[in-house]
């Protein structure tokens, strides 16, 4: 029988509880492993927020990803951002985001408007 489900306080805890995470992968939902894997799971990422938070994407990163992902091309976000000209000094640095860019690709192409507002990664180019 599997020991009871704790916080993960320590590294050990953690160790473990990946470890008994990989056990229960592919569980079904509503079983008690399925249940025991979702407890886990939470308390992992809680665990990995705390220890290990992630830094928000770059701007300019989350913009040619999601690019990337809806099939867009730098003309698509002409309409957003404005002229080639802007398009390009946006994406390669050169310009940064003003308010109504932000305000448009937020509503448009769903980034949250907190990573936007973020300063770009000058380095990231």
Not at 28 to 51: F, P, S
Not at 81 to 97: D, F
């Amino acid at each position: 029988m599997a020991t009871e489900v704790r916080p993960i306080r320590s590294e050990t805890d953690y160790e473990a509880a990946l470890l008994e995470v990989e056990r229960l992968w592919g569980a079904r939902a509503g079983t008690r492993d399925g249940d025991r894997l979702d407890v886990l799971a939470t308390l992992i990422d809680c665990y990995e927020a705390e220890h290990d938070p992630m830094d928000p994407p770059d701007p300019i990163e989350a913009i040619k990803f999601r690019m990337e992902q809806q099939g867009l091309s730098r003309r698509d976000l002409e309409e957003i951002i404005g002229t080639r000209t802007r398009v390009a000094e946006v994406l390669n640095r050169k310009r940064g985001l003003s308010i109504s860019m932000i305000r448009r690709l937020h509503e448009r192409l769903g980034i949250s408007a907190d990573v936007l507002i973020r300063p770009s990664r000058k380095d990231a180019a």
